[in-house]
């Protein structure tokens, strides 16, 4: 017998998952070579004194398979579970058992693959959900009722992805009724189909949201390029007109009161008056300030 050193390690069963783990298992007895074992099972036979080599031979290699698979069905339990096989001599005793504790009965069974299939139908893919996350669902949900033995065959599957499919996959799907023959159709084939028209939208999507996003910063450049241009203009404006009102101020005379005629036409060091005789109001002829000044 070959080397199976590259095969994996026994799947442990820890009382759930039953099925899963019945196929798992079996997948790999067959690749030791040891599901003969479990299937039709070992019963020790005393040979004969004048049994031939070939009779011994054949019955001490029946034992060793028998003891191998009985070995890898230990493997592959917890222990609260080993304990329940743990009296049974042969592979397919110990098979039997955990079939008959774990499998269920055919009426409890029937209402587990009642349940799948009425969950089966009410499917509906989400806006929200990609391609690959509902076809995953909807496997997982055909593969449990294979299990229990229902009969799903693959043109099943794809009828029911296409009917359960949201509005945005209309146009795909009235294609692809119109150019398939759905009865050959597999769901690995539609899917790739569905992921393909999804990718599209996906970046037409990515499209749309860049050239929005390149235009809201092109009008906030020009925005802030047009505001920078009227501040700089009212800076502008208002500086000049902070110059001018200046200097139509000094025109005006708004000067401070001239500290020796009072008047605001002009600056102190200015006054006509400076360095002469006392002002003399001409008014009341009193020196120290002018008419206009008068009291």
Not at 31 to 47: I, M, P, Q, T
Not at 254 to 263: A, D, K, L, V
Request: with cysteine; net charge positive; aromatic share 8%.
């Amino acid at each position: 017998m070959s080397s199976n050193s590259s095969l994996p390690a026994p799947p442990v069963f820890k009382g759930e998952g039953y099925d899963f783990w019945v196929v798992r298992m079996e997948a790999l007895l067959n690749a030791h070579d040891l599901w003969n074992s479990v299937e039709k099972g070992y019963e020790l036979v005393e040979l004969a004194d004048d049994a031939t080599v070939a009779q011994i031979k054949a019955q001490k290699d029946s034992q060793t398979r028998n003891f191998k698979a009985l070995s890898y069905i230990h493997a592959a339990v917890t222990e609260e579970i080993f304990s329940r096989i743990i009296g049974l001599k042969t592979a397919k005793q110990a098979w039997e058992q955990l079939k008959e504790e774990f499998k269920g009965s055919e009426r409890v069974r029937s209402v587990k693959l009642l349940t799948l299939k009425r969950e089966f139908e009410l499917q509906r893919m989400r806006e929200s959900e990609s391609v690959k996350e509902y076809s995953d669902k909807l496997s997982n949900l055909v593969n449990q009722m294979r299990l229990y033995g229902e009969d799903i065959t693959d043109q099943k599957v794809v009828e029911k992805t296409l009917i359960s499919l949201p509005e945005k996959f209309e146009a795909k799907v009235s294609a692809i009724e119109e150019s398939y023959d759905l009865t050959k159709l597999t769901v690995s084939e539609l899917c790739s189909k569905l992921q393909a028209q999804e990718q599209r939208a996906s970046l037409r999507n990515d499209e749309v949201t860049e050239g929005a996003f390149q235009t809201r910063h092109k009008e906030g450049k020009q925005g802030s390029s047009f505001k920078d241009n009227k501040k700089y203009n009212q800076d502008k404006s208002g500086k000049g007109k902070s110059e001018n009102s200046g200097d139509q101020t000094q025109k005006k005379g708004n000067y401070p009161p001239c500290g020796t005629c009072s008047r605001t036409n002009h600056l102190e060091k200015d006054c006509r008056y400076k360095g002469k005789s006392p002002v003399q109001c001409w008014f009341c002829k009193k020196n120290g300030h002018i008419e206009k000044n008068c009291k």
